[in-house]
């Protein structure tokens, strides 16, 4: 079989690495990191294909793989239902799916602190120059190293993220700490609250060790927020010694005080029941939300997947699921091409559009966001929004529309 590299110890990448070497492939996965990526991430919105992709990487899927709702609702600003529909999903966390996949995925495989200095190719092989010295050599190279992908930057380096205008606020509350009217009016609930241009969004998850019992889940939220690229992003993303990180600050850098300035615009504009999840939540931290879409996701013997081909917002809630369709797709065409360009050109011809519509809807549901809390009007492309329409369209599976390529209503474009 197949010398395969991939690079990116994330979800994507386990993945890939995962079917790759199920399917008897000799494979390698580059992650740049050192130690447990796990408590990167929150919640996860599961789909049937995502529960496919696990089975592919011979994950056994079952009830503990996430926590079931049955509905979801919105509040008020006062706390009380504006609405609600039934709409079952199992809702699950980055870290569980991380400890499946990395459990299953052999120690000596992964292999860590490999940040990418240079990647060449030729005919027959791929080869990739480490900055600690290493070097490795394949015959496919897959790229799942994230929005900052640094094998894009070598292959496609016009491909960069886009700011899309807003931010999210993010974290996990411990059950145990809530009062028993927010468990009784939200906590088992995909629940939805809608200021004015902005949106809160959450629904429960496990708690500590993956624990789903009673008393020791967690209630994962997003808070999407307006901020200026030019000022106030800059700000958000410079810390309490005055050190900006332009790539995205680390969770526990976060000011404090714009954590307390945060928690004081949930106390007035949020459902009380969000405000206590936010003031309780130990560690909120936060999220810039780019675009990242791609013209080209294979160069060769090199293919781009998951975050480093396509990002979309995290509306659409389908970025895990995404990447591991793409990793189905590329394992399915290199079985029955061999590890060719012409196999990774397959998964292009079969991924690219779907991967762009992804892009595509999530900042439909961006601008319908920055739509909301108007209750009854109409926006510049007459569409209506309401807190039903909210619910019925925010991180549902969309594999029907992608087939038909009517990810987006016709309306919006």
Same mark, same amino acid.
């Given at each position: 079989?197949?010398?395969?590299?991939v690079?990116?110890?994330?979800?994507?990448?386990?993945?890939?690495?995962?079917?790759?070497l199920?399917?008897?492939?000799?494979v390698?996965?580059?992650?740049?990191?050192?130690?447990?990526?796990?408590?990167?991430?929150?919640?996860?919105? &599961?789909? #049937?294909a *995502?529960? +496919?992709?696990?089975?592919?990487a011979?994950?056994?899927?079952?009830?503990? $793989? @996430?926590?079931? =709702?049955?509905?979801?609702?919105?509040l008020?600003?006062?706390?009380?239902?504006?609405?609600?529909?039934?709409?079952?999903?199992?809702?699950?966390?980055?870290?569980?799916?991380?400890h499946?996949?990395?459990?299953?995925?052999?120690?000596?495989?992964?292999?860590?602190?490999?940040n990418?200095?240079?990647?060449?190719?030729?005919?027959?092989?791929?080869?990739?120059?480490?900055?600690?010295?290493?070097?490795?050599?394949?015959?496919?190279?897959i790229?799942?190293?994230?929005?900052?992908?640094?094998?894009r930057?070598?292959?496609?380096?016009?491909?960069?993220?886009?700011?899309?205008?807003y931010?999210?606020?993010?974290?996990?509350?411990?059950?145990?700490h809530?009062?028993?009217? &927010?468990? #009784?009016? *939200?906590? +088992?609930?995909?629940?939805?609250?809608?200021?004015?241009?902005?949106?809160? $969004? @959450?629904?429960? =998850?496990?708690?500590?060790?993956?624990?789903?019992?009673?008393?020791?889940?967690?209630?994962?939220?997003v808070?999407?927020?307006?901020?200026?690229?030019?000022?106030?992003?800059?700000?958000?993303?410079?810390?309490?010694?005055?050190?900006?990180?332009?790539?995205g600050?680390?969770p526990?850098k976060?000011?404090?005080k714009?954590?307390?300035?945060?928690?004081?615009?949930?106390?007035k504009?949020?459902?009380?029941?969000?405000?206590?999840?936010?003031?309780?939540?130990?560690s909120p931290f936060l999220?810039?939300?780019?675009?990242?879409?791609?013209?080209?996701?294979?160069?060769?013997?090199?293919?781009?997947?998951?975050?480093?081909?396509?990002?979309?917002?995290?509306h659409?809630?389908?970025?895990?699921?995404?990447?591991?369709?793409?990793?189905?797709?590329?394992?399915?065409?290199?079985?029955? $091409?061999g590890?060719?360009?012409?196999?990774?050109?397959?998964?292009?011809?079969?991924?690219?559009?779907l991967?762009?519509?992804?892009?595509?809807?999530?900042q439909?549901?961006g601008?319908?966001m920055?739509?909301?809390?108007?209750k009854?009007?109409?926006?510049?492309?007459?569409?209506?929004?309401?807190?039903?329409?909210?619910?019925?369209?925010?991180?549902?599976?969309?594999?029907?529309?992608?087939?038909?390529?009517?990810?987006?209503?016709?309306?919006?474009?």
């Amino acid at each position: 079989m197949a010398k395969i590299l991939v690079i990116g110890g994330s979800l994507g990448g386990l993945f890939m690495a995962n079917i790759l070497l199920r399917a008897g492939h000799d494979v390698n996965l580059l992650e740049k990191a050192t130690g447990s990526l796990d408590g990167r991430g929150a919640g996860i919105v &599961t789909h #049937d294909a *995502l529960a +496919d992709a696990l089975r592919e990487a011979g994950i056994s899927v079952d009830d503990s $793989l @996430g926590i079931a =709702v049955s509905k979801r609702i919105t509040l008020g600003a006062d706390g009380n239902s504006l609405g609600e529909i039934a709409l079952p999903q199992i809702v699950t966390s980055w870290s569980r799916l991380y400890h499946l996949l990395r459990e299953n995925f052999p120690n000596e495989r992964y292999l860590q602190g490999k940040n990418v200095k240079s990647v060449l190719q030729d005919h027959q092989q791929v080869k990739v120059s480490c900055e600690d010295g290493t070097s490795y050599e394949a015959e496919l190279l897959i790229a799942s190293d994230g929005i900052r992908s640094s094998v894009r930057t070598f292959v496609a380096p016009s491909i960069q993220p886009e700011y899309a205008g807003y931010v999210a606020w993010r974290g996990v509350c411990d059950e145990s700490h809530l009062s028993q009217h &927010t468990l #009784d009016t *939200l906590f +088992d609930y995909f629940g939805f609250c809608l200021p004015k241009g902005e949106q809160m $969004l @959450g629904y429960p =998850v496990a708690g500590p060790g993956n624990d789903v019992t009673l008393g020791k889940r967690r209630y994962n939220f997003v808070w999407y927020r307006p901020a200026s690229e030019d000022k106030e992003l800059k700000n958000l993303l410079t810390d309490a010694d005055g050190k900006y990180f332009p790539l995205g600050i680390p969770p526990l850098k976060v000011s404090w005080k714009h954590i307390a300035s945060m928690r004081e615009q949930a106390r007035k504009l949020l459902a009380p029941q969000y405000a206590e999840i936010i003031e309780k939540t130990s560690s909120p931290f936060l999220q810039a939300i780019y675009d990242v879409r791609s013209e080209q996701i294979v160069f060769g013997r090199i293919a781009l997947m998951g975050d480093a081909a396509f990002v979309g917002r995290p509306h659409v809630g389908m970025g895990v699921t995404k990447a591991g369709d793409e990793a189905m797709a590329i394992a399915k065409h290199i079985q029955a $091409l061999g590890a060719t360009p012409a196999a990774l050109e397959a998964y292009s011809k079969e991924r690219l559009s779907l991967g762009q519509q992804v892009v595509a809807r999530a900042q439909y549901l961006g601008r319908y966001m920055q739509a909301q809390g108007r209750k009854g009007t109409v926006d510049g492309r007459g569409l209506k929004r309401n807190a039903e329409t909210v619910m019925a369209e925010t991180a549902i599976d969309i594999s029907d529309l992608l087939a038909a390529g009517k990810a987006v209503p016709e309306s919006q474009y």
